[in-house]
T-cell receptor, first 112, second 113 residues
Framework: EDQVTQSPEALRLQEGESSSLNCSYT??????LFWYRQDPGKGPEFLFT???AGEEKEKERLKATLTKKESFLHITAPKPEDSATYLC?????????????FGTGTQLKVEL | DAGVTQSPTHLIKTRGQQVTLRCSPK?????VSWYQQALGQGPQFIFQ???????QRGNFPDRFSGHQFPNYSSELNVNALLLGDSALYLC????????????FGSGTRLTVV
């Protein structure tokens, strides 16, 4: 059974204070690892897909990296508008694929 | 370009009642998945529909059922509602043949009282 563990559960940063969010996973054959951003009461908003160890992707102040056991979401010089819950999910080959297994998320608060 | 549309946005039901939630997928997508997200938790996979058939199912009881129509839209039905069914129900559309590419709707907030 695919499993995803995210840490920390909550993170409070000052504006401009860079940090990283962690996503540890176990999966029988990784088809893809996904990062989403979720604002309160809204659906998850897609950020990145990573397919294989060593892959990196960037978007504005965010950078996602992937190893065989974990992924990191690095946030550089965050702004208050980056405050949200960040979800990590994996899609594995077992069970026919096409199913996401999510972690519980990291709730990020960026303060002025 | 319309994304995933879910209705209604909010719903209050009484224990024991039945509820139907609706989802219209993003244009070009043929697969619909449903997720349940309890407060403070990550989304949990309920089931997935492609070509009007249930293709995969998560660890949810038979009280949860669904349907997909020829136009790819989908319904989620929950019978005999329990207080624990209170959650945000998310619909995600995708293309069956592709990895990832999921687009989520804004969800339906169901409250069971």
């Amino acid at each position: 059974e695919d499993q995803v563990t995210q840490s920390p559960e909550a993170l409070r940063l000052q504006e401009g204070e860079s940090s990283s969010l962690n996503c540890s996973y176990t999966v029988s054959g990784l088809r893809g690892l996904f990062w989403y951003r979720q604002d309160p009461g809204k659906g998850p908003e897609f950020l990145f897909t990573l397919y294989s160890a060593g892959e990196e992707k960037e978007k504005e102040r965010l950078k996602a990296t992937l190893t065989k056991k974990e992924s990191f979401l690095h946030i550089t010089a965050p702004k208050p508008e980056d405050s949200a819950t960040y979800l990590c999910a994996v899609e594995g080959v077992t069970g026919g694929g096409n199913k996401l297994t999510f972690g519980t998320g990291t709730q990020l608060k960026v303060e002025l | 370009d319309a994304g995933v549309t879910q209705s209604p946005t909010h719903l209050i039901k009484t224990r024991g009642q039945q509820v139907t939630l609706r989802c219209s997928p993003k244009s070009g997508h043929d697969t619909v998945s449903w997720y349940q997200q309890a407060l403070g938790q990550g989304p949990q996979f309920i089931f997935q529909y492609y070509e009007e058939e249930e293709r995969q199912r998560g660890n949810f009881p038979d009280r949860f059922s669904g349907h997909q129509f020829p136009n790819y839209s989908s319904e989620l039905n929950v019978n005999a509602l329990l207080l624990g069914d209170s959650a945000l129900y998310l619909c995600a559309s995708s293309t069956w043949s592709a990895v990832g590419g999921y687009t989520f709707g804004s969800g339906t907030r169901l409250t069971v009282v």
